[in-house]
C-alpha cells in the first residue's frame, strides 16, 4: 500500500488491494509531505477495512493545494453532519448579507427537539425557550446538536441552503428537503466539494473575516469534536486542527483543516467511511475512528514545523480551564 501510495493512485472502492485502481499523480510530482501523507492515509485506513472516499491535501508555499489523496473524491456521499459546517455556512451567508443576526433569537419548542439525537437541546427539558442563532450555530459546530439543524432552518430553509451552496459552487453539497420547508436530512457532499469549501473558507473567499473567525473558532474549540483525527493530541495541539465529524449506521465522516503554529493552513482533508466492523460503536474505538486517530497524529507530525515541542503545540493564545467564580 505504501507502493500504491507513492504512485498517487486513487483506489476505486476502497475495499483493499484487490479494489480496481486508476493511474494519477506521477511518484516524482509528489513532493515528501505529499507521499507521507498518502502512506499514512492508505495503510491505516486499509486496516481499518470498508470502504473509503477522500481528497487530502498539503498546502504548498505558495497557498496552493498539493493532492496526497485522491480516493473516490468525486463520488457523491452520505456527508451526515459533516454537512453541518456547509449549513452553516449558508446561515453566516445571510448574516453577511444583512438578511439575520448572530443576536437574533429563535424559540426551542418540544415539538423541534430531536428527542433522541446528539447535542445538548434534548437534555434540558425546559420548553418553550429561546435561544440566539449564535448560540445555535455554536451548538451545530462543536456537540454536533441536531436540534440546532432545525433551529438553523428556521432561519434559513432548506431550499435557500441549497441555492446559497449552489452559488457558492458546490451543486453537490446539498441538504434533502422534505415536507416542511424549514426541516431536512443532512444530505450529500463529494469529497473534493467539502475539501474546497474548507479551502475557501480558511482562504476568506467564503464568507466575511467576522463569520469566518466564527466559524473555525467553533471547529477549533476544545469541546469539538475530539475521537477521530484530534484524538492524539495535547489540548494545544487540538487547538491547531479545525474539524468536523459525522456518524450515522455504518457511516464514519470527518473533516477539517491543520493549522501551522504560524496560524496559516498546512493541510485539508475530506474523509468518508463506511462498512466497517463494528457499525453499533460510535466511540473512539471504532475501526474507522482509530485510523482516524491514527491518521491525525501522523498528519500532525508531518506538516508540524521543526522547533521545540512546546512552540509546535499550539497557535494563538493558549487554552485555559475555567474553575468557575
Known amino acids: 500500500m505504501g507502493t500504491a501510495a507513492t504512485a498517487g493512485l486513487v483506489f476505486g472502492t476502497g475495499t483493499g488491494a484487490s479494489a480496481a485502481t486508476e493511474r494519477g499523480s506521477a511518484t516524482d510530482a509528489l513532493g515528501p509531505a505529499e507521499r507521507r501523507v498518502g502512506k499514512i492515509y492508505y495503510r491505516a485506513s486499509t486496516e481499518a477495512g470498508g470502504t473509503w472516499r477522500a481528497r487530502i491535501s498539503v498546502t504548498a508555499a505558495d497557498g496552493s493545494a498539493l493532492p496526497a489523496v485522491e480516493q473516490g473524491a ?3 456521499v452520505e456527508a451526515y453532519s459533516v454537512n ?10 445571510k448574516v453577511d448579507r444583512g438578511l439575520l443576526q448572530l443576536s437574533q433569537t429563535v424559540e426551542v419548542t418540544a415539538a423541534i427537539v430531536i428527542p433522541d439525537g446528539d447535542g445538548i437541546f434534548r437534555l434540558d427539558g425546559a420548553y418553550p425557550s429561546t435561544v440566539t442563532v449564535g448560540h445555535a450555530l455554536a451548538a451545530l459546530l462543536t456537540v454536533s446538536d441536531d436540534t440546532a439543524v432545525r433551529l438553523c432552518g428556521l432561519v434559513c430553509p432548506a431550499l435557500e441552503i441549497n441555492q446559497i451552496l449552489v452559488a457558492k459552487g458546490f451543486p453537490n453539497t446539498q441538504v434533502v428537503p422534505v415536507a416542511n420547508p424549514n426541516r431536512f436530512f443532512l444530505g450529500t457532499t463529494t469529497p473534493r466539494e467539502t475539501h474546497d469549501l474548507l479551502r475557501a473558507l480558511v482562504a476568506g473567499t467564503l464568507l466575511s473575516p467576522g463569520s469566518t473567525a466564527f466559524l473555525l473558532a467553533a471547529l477549533r474549540s476544545p469541546i469539538a469534536y475530539p475521537d477521530g483525527i484530534r484524538h492524539d493530541m495535547s489540548s494545544g495541539e487540538r487547538e491547531r486542527v479545525a474539524t468536523k465529524a459525522g456518524w450515522f449506521d455504518g457511516g464514519r465522516n470527518e473533516a477539517g483543516v491543520m493549522f501551522g503554529i504560524d496560524g496559516t493552513p498546512r493541510l485539508t482533508y475530506a474523509i468518508f467511511a ?9 466511540g473512539p474505538t471504532h475501526p474507522a475512528t482509530r485510523a482516524r486517530s491514527v491518521m491525525g497524529r501522523r498528519f500532525l507530525e508531518t506538516v508540524t514545523e521543526p522547533g521545540p515541542a512546546s512552540a509546535r503545540s499550539r497557535t494563538g493564545s493558549a487554552y485555559r480551564p475555567s474553575n468557575g467564580g
Open 84 to 93: 453541518k459546517v456547509a449549513v452553516a455556512v449558508a446561515v453566516l451567508d
Open 274 to 282: 463506511d462498512g466497517q466492523a463494528d457499525p453499533d460503536n460510535f
Open 74 to 76: 468525486d463520488e457523491q
